[in-house]
């Protein structure tokens, strides 16, 4: 069974720090695509960053200098390292494992934004 379970979330203050983290399991890990996305209420999902299994990372322009994505294949574990943050970047982060067309998703997890 494909399991992926994010956890890390929470309140912040603007200009704060949180790391989430999405533990991966049932998969061959280091042959997927991790990504992290997010969804504010009334929106569409939309990708933050993701990161190749040769490391190589890619970023929403909105989090670009802000947020590092990395994993780590051994422990199966991708972890979205998130500074500066910002009202707007309130949302359900969502870790996903993508291989070709096989596509999974964990349940989320709460990041609030606000003083």
């Known amino acids: 069974q494909v399991q992926l379970v994010e956890s890390g979330g929470g309140?912040?203050?603007p200009?704060?720090?949180l790391r989430l983290s999405c533990a991966a399991s049932g998969i061959p890990f280091d042959r997927y695509l991790v990504a992290w996305y997010r969804q504010a209420p009334g929106k569409q999902r939309e990708?933050?960053?993701d990161i190749t299994s040769g490391m190589m990372e890619n970023y929403a322009d909105s989090v670009r200098g802000r947020f590092t994505i990395s994993r780590h294949n051994?422990?199966?574990r991708v972890y979205l390292r998130m500074n500066s943050l910002k009202p707007e970047d309130t949302a359900v982060y969502?870790?996903?494992a993508r291989n070709g067309p096989i596509n999974y998703w964990g349940?989320?997890?709460q990041v609030t934004?606000?003083?």
């Open 113 to 115: 934004v606000s003083s």
């Open 47 to 49: 990708l933050v960053a």
């Open 94 to 96: 969502y870790c996903n």
């Open 107 to 109: 349940q989320g997890t």
């Open 74 to 76: 051994a422990e199966n």
């Open 11 to 13: 309140l912040v203050q």
């Open 15 to 17: 200009g704060g720090s």
